[in-house]
């Protein structure tokens, strides 16, 4: 059974950086696609990074730049590093996880697999 555990969250400054972890179990990793999406409180979901089975990645314009998507498949971990954070960053964070065949351009938002997420607040 997959399962996937984020890690890492909390509180930080503007400007400031976090890095959270997803700890993936129960799952050929390098078969999957990995992602992040985030949620804030009264908005819309909004996938945020992707990495393929490649490595290969791709960001959302509003993180691209500031955020790295990045797996280790030794230790069947994805981390996001996040720098030069911003209020409107603020938001839970979902670790996702798909290997269907589209994987690689589908949204993390469609990824059939999800974590329970991780709270990032940014403070002003």
């Known amino acids: 059974q997959v399962r996937l555990v984020e890690s890492g969250g909390g509180s930080v400054q503007a400007g400031g950086s976090l890095r959270v972890s997803c700890a993936a179990t129960?799952?050929?990793?390098?078969?999957?696609?990995m992602g992040w999406f985030r949620q804030a409180p009264g908005k819309e979901r909004e996938g945020v990074a992707q990495i393929g089975t490649d490595g290969s990645t791709m960001y959302a314009d509003s993180v691209k730049g500031r955020f790295t998507i990045s797996r280790d498949s030794d230790k069947n971990t994805l981390y996001l590093q996040m720098n030069s954070l911003k209020p409107e960053d603020t938001a839970m964070y979902y670790c996702?996880?798909?290997?269907?065949?589209?994987?690689?351009?589908?949204?993390?938002?469609?990824?059939?697999?999800r974590g329970q997420g991780t709270q990032v607040t940014v403070s002003s």
């Open positions: 129960g799952m050929t990793y390098s078969s999957y696609c």
């Open positions: 996702a996880a798909d290997r269907r065949y589209d994987c690689e351009t589908n949204s993390p938002l469609r990824y059939n697999y």
